[in-house]
């Protein structure tokens, strides 16, 4: 599969997962771009154009992420991260005490310790590594065919009202779940304070072209004939917030996200693991593995409300209207009516 996220999204961690789920593995082919185009067969593959992982250190940890770990142990270089005083590095997250009588000293320089008010690392410190280094490489990574992709998958940080995973109901659709993606500022865009932004395909910062002409693309891709096998379309939300308590996730994230890839798999097996919303197929009760995971439950990852997604969509038709205008494909603005019209039967 390949996913698009926004920067500091997460896609890093997910290119990189250890599973948390047993009987499952997963390969790293890269993890941050793809380039695809279809085979003879009519088959979307994807190699990934870039030697190396340049990834937010913040927390990143044995725990969180330990393939990243193996990575960064060695011909590695870090921006705006803190330093220690034996010659190694710190950031916020890193799940590791420094040893006993050595001492910090933040990225600007300055004496830091544990409690300090401001972060050691700065929140969009990164590292730099080769992707040699990271123990899951897939062994085709480097190969100029590029591997199958089956499922694209979208996502965004989202505290609130997009729930944890849910596929669109056609390859249309799935083009304008794309370009309805938005997500929370992070410390890696240009805004502050919470704002959700908008981020048609997590491409708004790339764009080369007419925006407009980039979703025409994507919808000629899914017209193609002769046996193309076409990926589906996904999207996901790690990021959901408890309402009760704000600094809370709800989903456990990291490794446990292969939960949510099991349930992709499921559906591109065939299997009946999905019930129909407004928004798309969403898991049925039971249908996502929540075993082990005390507290975590499926009505709150996956309630998708009728106020939330009314008023998102008419954000959206302003955004088209401010951003797009003319130039935004007739099928999506039919994507959008035909949302509005099942939110108004719900
Ligand atoms: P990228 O810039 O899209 O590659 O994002 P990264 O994978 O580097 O992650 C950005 C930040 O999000 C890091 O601080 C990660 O620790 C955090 N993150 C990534 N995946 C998850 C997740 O599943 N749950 C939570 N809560 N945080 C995550
Ligand atoms: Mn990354």
Known sequence: MAAAFPSACGKTNLAMLSPALPGWRVHCVGDDIAWMKFDDE??????????????????????????????????TIFTNVGHTSDGGVYWEGLDQAPPPGVTLTSWLGKPWSPGDPEPCAHPNSRFCAPARQCPIMDPAWEDPRGVPIDAIIFGGRRPRGVPLVFEAFSWRHGVFVGSAMRSEATAAAEHKGGRILHDPFAMRPFFGYNAGQYLAHWLAMGERGGGARLPRFFHVNWFLRDPARPQKFLWP?????????????????????????????????????????????????????????????????????????????????????ALEGRLKKM
């Open 42 to 75: 009519g088959r979307l593959r994807a190699i990934n154009p870039e030697c190396g992982f340049f990834g937010v250190a913040p927390g990143t940890s044995a725990k969180t992420n330990p393939n990243a770990m193996a990575a960064v142990s060695r011909n």
């Open 253 to 337: 994230g990291f490794g446990h996200n292969a939960r949510v890839l099991a349930w992709i798999f499921g559906r591109l097996e065939g299997e009946d693991n999905a019930q129909a919303t407004p928004i798309g197929w969403v898991p049925r009760e039971g249908a996502l593995d929540l075993r082990g995971l005390p507290g975590v439950a499926h009505r709150d990852l996956f309630e998708v409300g009728k106020e939330f997604w009314e008023k998102e969509a008419r954000e959206l038709r302003a955004y088209y209207e401010e951003n797009f205008g003319e130039d935004l494909p007739r099928e999506v603005m039919a994507e959008l009516e």
